[in-house]
Structure formats: C-alpha cells, structure tokens
C-alpha cells in the first residue's frame, strides 16, 4: 500500500521531524511504500506532488498548526496531532487506512462559508502556537545577537558605530522590535487566511506602540482575524466586485476596525494588565517562586507538546517585557527531562533494553540543546514511571532556576548558550539547576521503574 504524509509541529523544530521518522519506521516494518513532507523551520521538504497525492490509498496529516490543504480537495484525510503520529504510527496507518475518523477535505474557494469552515484547527491555542511559530526565528535570531554584543561588554553596545552598537540594533532594534506585529499577523492569518494578515500585523505594531507588549499582541492577531471573519461572511457584493472586496473594502475596514479597538477601547487594559504581570515576575520571592516552578513542572507533562509550549511562549512574552529569569527557568524545565532519562540509562544499563539505551545517547545530545521531545520514546513506551520523573526533574530545576536569579538572553540554545559571554546570568546557577533537575529525573525515574518490577515479581 502506498501512503502520504505531511508532518509540522507548532515551532517546526522537534515534532515535525519525529514524526516523520516514525511514520517512516513504521512503514519499512510494516512494508508499506510512504513519502512524507516535512513544514519544519527550514520550510516545505520532500514536498508530495498532485500525483503522489492521487495515487495514495492513505492521506495522513499529523499537523499541530494549520496547512494548505487545497491540494487534498476531495480527498479523505487523517488529521491528528503530530504526537500521534510519534507515539502510535501503526494505529495511524490502519486509520487511515480504513477510512476511520478521516475528514473528507473541501475545495478551498472565495466563498466565504468554505473560508469558515477552512478556519478551525483546535481552537485559540493553535492559533496562537501557529503564530508564535513565524515569530521564533525573530526571538532566537534576535536574543542570539542581542547576547553576542554583550561579549564585547555588557554595555559596549552603547558605542554607536561599534560592532557591538551594530550586533544590538539588528538584534534589539529590528528583530525584537518585528516580533509582537509578526506573530500577531500570523496568528490572524491561522484564522482568516492571508486576509486577516494585515490587520493583524497592524495591530500587533500598534500592541507594541501602545506599550501592550506580547499580550497585546496576542490579542490584536485573534482579534484581527475574527473580525476578517466576520467581514468576509456578512458583506455581499457582487462577483464582479469580489476582487474589490478583497484588495480593498476588507482590509480597510478589518485595519480601521482593529487599530481603533487597540489605540481607543482594549489597547489601555491590556497595558495595564501587561504592566501588572511584569511587576509581579519582577517580585517574585520564596512561595510564589515555588509555585510558578511547580506550575512549569506539571505543564512539561507533554514533553515539548501544546502545555509545554504555554511555558516556553510565557517566557518569550517575559523576553519582550526585558525579564530574563522566565525564560532562563523555562530552559531548564525544558532540558532536564530527556537528560535524567539519559543519565538513568548509563547509571543503570540493564534496565533498559539495547534500543532504549541508544535513544539514551540521543536525548543526552537533545536535552542539551534544549529539545524536550528526546524524553518521548521513554514516555511512549512507560508513562507511567516516565512522565512523573520527567514533571519532577522540570519542577525542581525551574525552581532552583527562580532562586538563583538564572536569566537568559537568547530563547534557544540550551547548553550551548554558556559558550557565548554574557548569554547567561549567573551560569553556575544555570549549570546547578540542569543538575538538580536532572538528578531528580533520574532518582524518581529509577525508582519508579523498581516499583513496577517489585509490583510485577509478587
């Protein structure tokens, strides 16, 4: 039998990837033939043709964020989420397969009734997650460039005309600055296509203007996109003015409509709120730093999944207030998983089968480059010793990282970050908390796993 796939993932790093390697695995075994084209950050790869489509006898779409999918008109598609694909390829072959819960794919038009239907790909969040996708390549870039001019000094970029001067105003001065109006725009097309770009991005650049931030941005995008909705489905025009509509009456409106509601009725709320977040992280002490760690624990459950990516975008959002500890905790929430698996499959090699301890070796090299998702193998294959010890590690590192003061520059890096000067505040305390929260991973994980092998021997 002969299978497509499309694989992508909210940030196009991790997921998209695994997925793909194990629809790939899972077909060889199952002698299956699959090509499978990958949306990742780099964009489209092995990208399927019309006529690999038409030939399929099975259409898989493991995708967190919404796609083009105007090349399956007609077409009956399986659609889950990209975790799926990782953890269950065999149940998604026969799925697909069998017609089971496949959606059938409508031809995508002008009418703005298909454009509605067209629009929904798991609610907000998604919608959300879709923009902060476009936006990250600014955030890394950005904070990576930001933190090389702090190499020259930390306050060398105040030189004008000095390379650092020059690192600094590409780094904060652009790409920073692009941020909040790209993900805003992004997140409006996710829901309205490329018709609620432009409001979106409008409102996203009024967000930062007005001093509302990230939040603000968040809000300008969604608003953005469901009053393009709204505009696309109640004004009628003729077909021979559809191209009017388009190219004119509704992005005057839908940018009108939005930049007023920002400057004039939810602009100033939104500051007031974002300001009072920023207060309260820049207060954080004892109890509330023991809380909000143990918040990015038990939201890391997924290993790099939609709640993951909560804590990850929340310290993004801390990121553009100028707060650096949100994100430094978040990286260390985030690295501790797969190195506690890693570290309890060398402490203790005869607990793990010959396979296992070599996706031991790989998530040592993920979890030091800040990809969660190197822990999942272990979580498919043992939920139940794996997640908790996984929750724990995260839980006890971000704390350590609050107490210590841990603040990162740059959103992505993991490890790799101490090599450039000044990336890291206090990176004795970063290097701390990756060791206490991988040392809880693995004790936690350990012991679990000889509870169950005590539980199984009676």
């Known amino acids: 039998m002969k299978f497509v796939a499309v694989t992508a993932c909210t940030t196009g790093i991790a997921h998209t990837y695994m997925a793909a390697e194990s629809l790939e695995m899972k077909a060889k075994e199952l002698n299956y033939?699959?090509?499978?084209?990958?949306?990742?950050?780099?964009?489209?790869?092995?990208?399927?043709?019309?006529?690999?489509?038409?030939?399929?006898?099975?259409?898989?779409?493991?995708?967190?964020?919404?796609?083009?999918?105007?090349?399956?008109a007609g077409k009956k598609v399986l659609r889950i989420p990209a975790?799926?694909?990782?953890?269950?390829?065999?149940?998604?072959?026969?799925?697909?397969?069998?017609?089971?819960?496949?959606?059938?794919?409508?031809?995508?038009?002008?009418?703005?009734?298909?454009?509605?239907?067209?629009?929904?790909?798991?609610g907000i969040l998604q919608h959300v997650m879709s923009g902060v996708s476009y936006m990250l390549p600014l955030v890394v870039a950005g904070g990576i460039l930001i933190a090389l001019s702090f190499a020259f000094g930390i306050y060398?970029?105040?030189?004008?005309?000095s390379i650092a001067w020059g690192l600094y105003t590409v780094g904060a001065g652009s790409a920073f600055a692009l941020m909040v109006p790209v993900m805003a725009g992004f997140i409006a097309q996710s829901i309205a296509n490329k018709a609620g770009f432009a409001a979106g991005i409008v409102?996203?650049?009024?967000?930062?203007?007005?001093?509302?931030g990230f939040l603000g941005g968040?809000?300008?995008?969604?608003?953005?996109?469901?009053?393009?909705?709204?505009?696309?489905?109640?004004?009628?025009?003729?077909?021979?003015?559809?191209?009017?509509?388009?190219?004119?009456?509704?992005?005057?409106?839908?940018?009108?409509?939005?930049?007023?509601?920002?400057?004039?009725v939810i602009g100033a709320p939104i500051q007031f709120v974002t300001v009072k977040v920023t207060?309260?992280?820049?207060?954080?002490?004892?109890?509330?730093?023991?809380?909000?760690?143990?918040?990015?624990?038990?939201?890391?459950f997924d290993l790099g999944g939609p709640f993951s990516k909560i804590i990850y975008t929340f310290g993004v959002g801390a990121l553009s207030a100028g707060l650096f500890v949100p994100m430094g905790a978040a990286m260390v929430c985030g690295m501790v998983p797969p190195l506690?698996?890693?570290?309890?499959?060398?402490?203790?090699?005869?607990?793990?089968?010959?396979?296992e301890k070599e996706s031991g070796k790989a998530a040592l090299v993920l979890g030091l480059s800040f990809i969660t998702e190197g822990a999942i193998p272990f979580a498919a294959s043992n939920p139940f010793a794996t997640i908790p010890a996984c929750m724990a590690g995260s839980a006890v590192g971000s704390i350590v990282a609050f107490l210590l003061n841990v603040g990162i520059q740059a959103p992505h890096g993991g490890f790799f970050l101490t090599m450039i000067p000044n990336a890291i505040t206090n990176v004795g305390g970063f290097l701390l908390a990756i060791i206490a929260g991988t040392l809880t991973t693995c004790i936690v994980l350990l012991a679990l796993k000889s509870f169950q092998k005590s539980r199984l021997a009676k």
């Open 340 to 355: 506690g698996i890693a570290l309890a499959t060398f402490l203790r090699p005869k607990e793990w089968s010959k396979q």
């Open 156 to 161: 060398s970029f105040k030189e004008e005309g």
């Open 218 to 264: 968040i809000v300008a995008g969604l608003l953005a996109g469901y009053v393009v909705l709204l505009l696309n489905k109640y004004i009628k025009l003729p077909k021979t003015l559809q191209g009017l509509k388009a190219i004119v009456i509704v992005p005057l409106l839908s940018v009108s409509i939005v930049g007023l509601l920002m400057l004039f």
């Open 33 to 72: 033939d699959i090509k499978v084209e990958t949306q990742g950050t780099s964009g489209p790869e092995n990208i399927l043709s019309q006529q690999d489509i038409d030939e399929a006898d099975g259409i898989i779409l493991a995708v967190d964020k919404k796609i083009d999918e105007t090349r399956f």
């Open 279 to 300: 207060e309260m992280l820049t207060s954080l002490s004892g109890g509330s730093i023991i809380v909000l760690g143990l918040v990015y624990g038990l939201l890391y």
């Open 83 to 122: 975790s799926h694909a990782i953890k269950e390829p065999e149940k998604c072959f026969a799925e697909a397969r069998d017609n089971k819960v496949t959606v059938l794919v409508k031809a995508v038009n002008e009418d703005e009734d298909d454009l509605m239907a067209n629009v929904q790909l798991g």
């Open 203 to 212: 409102g996203g650049m009024l967000a930062n203007t007005i001093g509302a």
